[in-house]
T-cell receptor, first 113, second 117 residues
């Protein structure tokens, strides 16, 4: 069974640009969550999508947005990039249920110059 | 207040010995789940073990076991017979709410484990 796939693996952008990251979940998983990981703030929850609807949202500015398609694939978009957006962005998918673990992709490492 | 606290930023353990990584949590929700993840230097997050708030027994998965003390709100990860490949960052995470509450995980700051040969 294929794992969670994130593309691209690495991305370099400049301030003010926008970026779109993609995530393909494990087959059968309808929940997709996004996290930002930085050395200073650690792992922080961005948002979760379930059946094409945003179900939870973390404490991030509106520049961070996402969506989920009918095949459960998800994208996240960051507009007007800032230096502080440099981070590892992790996508995770899971089955429904409190005891179901989230399975993570390898992440997209975004660097802002 | 921090919801998940991992008080050991870094730890060393001798190969083949056991090691305990500490995790305390804070929640008022009676229904929650606790997860441990391993993150090697390559970056991927690997799920290790799960403990539910209503589980009567401590979870075990191979060399991993969870020392769950509900009254103390602690969920320490025990790794037995450490291997060199266990060197990595370890994160404790919590999900609150029942089955329909969504999948938001709150993570601790992590513990970097280094296994010495």
């Amino acid at each position: 069974k294929a794992g969670v796939t994130q593309t691209p693996r690495y991305l370099i952008k400049t301030r003010g640009q926008q970026v779109t990251l993609s995530c393909s979940p494990i087959s059968g998983h309808r929940s997709v969550s996004w996290y930002q990981q930085t050395p200073g703030q650690g792992l922080q929850f961005l948002f979760e999508y379930f059946s094409e609807t945003q179900r939870n949202k973390g404490n991030f500015p509106g520049r961070f947005s996402g969506r989920q398609f009918s095949n459960s694939r998800s994208e996240m978009n960051v507009s007007t990039l800032e230096l502080g957006d440099s981070a590892l962005y992790l996508c995770a998918s899971s089955l429904a249920g409190l005891n179901q673990p989230q399975h993570f992709g390898d992440g997209t490492r975004l660097s802002i110059l | 207040a921090q919801k998940i606290t991992q008080t050991q930023p870094g730890m060393f353990v001798q190969e083949k010995e056991a090691v305990t990584l500490d995790c305390t949590y804070d929640t008022s929700d009676p229904s929650y789940g606790l997860f441990w993840y391993k993150q090697p230097s390559s970056g991927e997050m690997i799920f290790l073990i799960y403990q539910g708030s209503y589980d009567q027994q401590n979870a075990t998965e191979g060399r991993y076991s969870l020392n769950f003390q509900k009254a103390r709100k602690s969920a320490n990860l025990v790794i037995s017979a450490s291997q060199l490949g266990d060197s990595a960052m370890y994160f404790c995470a919590m999900r609150e709410g029942g089955n329909n509450a969504g999948n938001m995980l709150t993570f601790g700051g992590g513990t970097r484990l280094m296994v010495k040969p």
